[in-house]
Nanobody, 115 residues
Framework: QVQLVESGGGLVQAGGSLRLSCAAS????????MGWSRQAPGKQRDLVAR???????NYADSVKGRFTISRDNAKNTVNLQMNNLKPDDTAVYYC?????????WGQGTQVTVSS
């Protein structure tokens, strides 16, 4: 069973950067499509970035050009580099699997962007 643990959230000023990391346990990470989603208070959880096992990324329009997803299959990690952060990026960010049923989610990490 895959387990996911996120780290790297925090408080940052608008225009700043944060790097989120997600460490996965288990031996099947290299065949998993992985994603990062976020949920702001009172809003639905939205997918912001995803990456195929082979490393092909895809981004929500709201983060294109600012966020970069990456993965290291040897280390069982997937990362989200977030640059030029905006107050609207404030949310709990979750790492999760894409191509498992059900999806497997981490516990989430809070990102707060002050104006």
């Amino acid at each position: 069973q895959v387990q996911l643990v996120e780290s790297g959230g925090g408080l940052v000023q608008a225009g700043g950067s944060l790097r989120l990391s997600c460490a996965a346990s288990g031996s099947i990470f290299s065949i998993l499509s992985m994603g990062w989603s976020r949920q702001a208070p009172g809003k639905q959880r939205d997918l912001v970035a995803r990456m195929t096992p082979g490393g092909i990324p895809n981004y929500a329009d709201s983060v294109k050009g600012r966020f970069t997803i990456s993965r290291d299959n040897a280390k069982n990690t997937v990362n989200l580099q977030m640059n030029n952060l905006k107050p609207d990026d404030t949310a709990v960010y979750y790492c999760h699997t894409i191509n498992t049923s059900p999806a497997i989610w981490g516990q989430g990490t809070q990102v707060t962007v002050s104006s």
